[in-house]
């Protein structure tokens, strides 16, 4: 008789759709992506570290090492991932503060954009609307400020740790190397920096990071764009101090709020030979947009259109006056030749021997071999060409950090195109030809999670499991000091707008056991529980 009203109490449950445990299900183990141990071995050794700890509160981990390309292609173009080890370069550019900021925006949470966690908050979108249009600098700095407080206190992403960049030159072959905050001495400054010392008049770089592509329209990683950017031009270029430096454009002036007036440099040519023209400026900003490329969704986003006025004049007319357009978007946007363009309907679908690889940059494309070498050889008919003393660049791309270092010891290469492992810098110090050289970087290292599944969608979750991170033991022993524990997406490297005031979230696991229990977490069987309902 007990047994059938037991039954009778459970059939309206099940016909509800409901359980008798709705809510008391254990946490389900997830996946964290990180960078294979040759290509990083800090990220890869903080992955475990962050596992060891996890596992301390009952949260089962499964580290993922991932090559490189497909760890961005999941991260970024799937989005197939739980949670994911990245980072983020300090380009020039990103000295201003739109581009970190813009990876919280909830306008580029589509596949390809720069928020692949779907981090969404309207009080941030806000103020990122109303800051990139505020030209006065001090109340701009209130509101990138506000964003970053909003940010770090709803952790969907968690600032890992910003890392020095320290490179090493071989100074008996070169001299004239200018590093600059967040690039190091691999900038594209680089041709007209360097002077040689021998009869030797190519650069090699040696890498252990190759680019995800060379196609201007589907490349999302900074290794795809440092090889880039040097054979294809933009209407500015940015100095090492962050001020725009007429390149491709002759002039730039506001003529009025919301319109920028450019004259084109006269007597440029494509490395194939065709001129340079007005139209195919244009055509690179009406491509970009109209190809709706996400990752650069930021820069050609405040843009309404492009005029033609004459041969050498266009005007760039703005949805609304944009403080940084100059800055940001005109440095960025590469112009591409119209005449092989055109044509292409969808740039993303294009095959690795189909991308049109003609710029009309200082240094003219020869060569990729993936995972093997790329090359670059100056174009002499560019109108800087008379300021550059190399041949061109050669790049040795090695299978990890180990290579790149040996490659430096036995002089097969002249420099790194990344930074050295901490274990190197001392080595590298000891060799005579040799020189160090370090900057800080305002790039950072993150893990963000996916916002879309459970349990990463709580903030009162991801805010706990924050105390449960060691970064102090990531820039101690993994980075031997040379670097910073992470708080905000602004570097203290980049003091106008980094906030020196967000919330703070030390390690201490009992303070993350706490911070659980009072969201209505436990633990059962040594795993973590989802709250009751």
């Known amino acids: 008789m007990s047994r059938k009203i037991l039954i009778l109490l459970i059939l309206p449950m099940l016909v509800l759709g409901l359980s008798l445990t709705a809510g008391a299900e254990p946490l389900p183990e997830f996946e964290l992506m990180t960078t294979t141990e040759g290509y990083d071995p800090i990220r890869y050794e903080a992955a475990f570290l962050i596992e060891e700890n996890f596992a301390e509160l009952g949260i089962q981990v499964d580290v993922q090492p991932t090559e490189f390309s497909t760890l961005i292609d999941n991260f970024y173009n799937e989005q197939d991932f739980d949670v994911a ?20 925006h909830s306008g580029q949470t589509d596949p390809g954009g720069n928020n692949p966690g779907g981090y969404a908050n309207e009080r941030v979108d806000e ?70 010392l021998t009869d030797d008049r190519m650069v090699t770089i040696g890498t252990s990071q190759e680019p995800d592509n060379i196609n201007p329209l589907d490349s999302t990683t900074v290794w795809g764009w440092k090889f880039m950017r040097l054979y294809y031009d933009k209407l500015v270029r940015l100095t090492p101090d962050v001020e725009p430096e007429p ?66 004049t266009l005007h760039f007319h703005l949805e609304v006056p944009v403080s940084n357009f100059i800055t940001v ?10 005449h092989l ?98 900057v800080p970087d305002h790039g950072y290292y993150h893990m963000t999670y996916n916002l879309r599944i459970e349990p990463f969608d709580d903030v009162n979750f991801r805010r706990a499991i924050a105390h449960a991170i060691p970064k102090d033991t990531f820039v101690d022993v993994l980075l031997d000091g040379l670097g910073e524990p992470g708080t905000s997406v602004i570097s203290p490297a980049n003091p106008f ?37």
């Open 85 to 104: 080890i990245v980072g983020w370069s300090g380009r020039v550019e990103r000295l201003d503060p739109q581009h970190f900021l813009g990876t919280l």
């Open 127 to 196: 103020l990122f609307a109303q800051q990139e249009v505020e030209f006065d600098m001090e109340r701009r700095q209130e509101m990138v400020y506000e964003i970053q407080e909003i940010s770090v206190s709803e952790q969907p992403v968690n600032v890992l740790f910003y890392r020095d960049e320290v490179l090493a030159f071989n100074r008996n072959k070169f001299e004239g190397f200018q590093p600059m905050a967040g690039e190091g001495i691999y900038t594209e400054w680089l041709p007209f920096d360097v002077t040689p």
């Open 247 to 312: 390149w491709a454009a002759e002039s730039f002036e506001a003529i009025d709020e919301d319109t920028i007036e450019v004259v084109l440099r006269e007597g440029m040519y494509f490395h194939d030979g065709e001129p340079v023209t007005v139209e195919d400026v244009k055509f690179s900003y009406d491509y970009y947009m109209d190809q709706d490329f996400a990752y650069f969704r930021p820069f050609y986003q405040p843009l309404d259109y492009v005029e033609i006025v004459d041969d050498s």
């Open 329 to 338: 978007t005109m440095s960025q946007i590469p112009i591409l030749p119209e």
């Open 341 to 438: 363009w055109a044509d292409i309907e969808v740039a993303q679908d294009l095959a690795p021997d189909e991308i049109p690889t003609v710029g009309s940059g200082p240094m003219k494309f020869e060569t990729f071999d993936s995972g093997e070498y790329k090359s670059l050889s100056t174009f002499e008919d560019h109108f800087a060409a008379d300021d550059i003393d190399i041949d061109g660049i050669d790049y040795i791309i090695y299978a990890d950090a180990e290579g790149v270092f040996t490659g430096l010891i036995t002089e097969e290469v002249d420099m790194n195109a990344w930074r050295l492992e901490p274990g190197h810098i001392e080595p590298a110090e000891a060799e005579d030809h040799l020189e160090v050289v370090s």
């Open 497 to 533: 707008w980094h906030n020196p005031d967000v919330e703070r979230f030390e390690y201490d696991l009992d303070r993350a056991r706490e911070l659980l229990e009072e969201a209505g977490y436990y633990i059962e069987d040594g795993v973590l529980h989802f709250p009751e309902n």
